[in-house]
């Protein structure tokens, strides 16, 4: 296997998958970030912005883990130590877990805070989606202390991941980073 001729692809949908979340990703990061440092009205628009980026994303990851079923990655190169399978299912596992429970925990605790995805923050800013539970402030802070945890492990995952795809290119130079181009 070379840098330039990878030994199997992911499938363009796949591919698809992964450059549509990335920039869904940053801006949803951002936004999250941004938020708690606004404290005028203008702030509702950035919950929506926010809260829309979040179930937008965990509606690809979930479609994208659906096709994983179908058509599944390929092989990781055949001299690719133990360690580095390892880790790299790892770090995979972690990704796609808080890719799924990051926005299903603000959607609750927006929720429990009373403050469900309809008018100012609905979905796309314009889908209301229902009300499946009473204001629980008791609820609401636990999980919004998970979600918030969450947001900065996030680009902790992202961070490894690059860093190994650019491991794999410039140093093993296997192709591994090719296969998702």
């Not at 009205?41 to 929506?48: E, L, T, V």
């Not at 877990?97 to 979905?123: D, E, I, R, W």
């Not at 996030?154 to 591994?176: F, S």
Request: charged residues 10%.
């Amino acid at each position: 296997m070379s840098i330039t001729r990878p030994d199997g692809s992911y499938s363009a949908v796949a591919k698809i998958f992964h450059w549509v979340s990335v920039p869904l990703i940053v801006l949803a990061l951002l936004s999250g970030v941004v938020i708690g440092h606004i404290k005028d009205p203008s702030k509702m628009g950035f919950y929506a912005i926010h809260e829309s980026l979040g179930l937008t994303l965990l509606i690809l990851v979930l479609a994208r883990l659906a096709c994983r079923r179908f058509s599944p990655p390929p092989p990781l190169p055949g001299d690719l130590p133990g360690y580095l399978r390892k880790a790299s299912a790892a770090t995979h596992h972690m990704l796609y877990a808080a890719l799924v429970a990051q926005p299903v925990l603000g959607f609750f605790a927006s929720n429990a805070f009373g403050f469900p995805m309809q008018g100012a923050t609905a979905y796309l800013g314009f889908i209301d989606l229902p009300k499946f539970m009473n204001a629980w402030e008791g609820l609401a802070k636990p999980l919004m202390w998970l979600h918030g945890w969450l947001g900065w492990l996030l680009p902790v995952l992202i961070a490894a991941h690059v860093a190994a795809a650019i491991y794999h290119h410039a140093i093993r130079r296997d192709g591994t980073l090719m296969r998702m181009l």
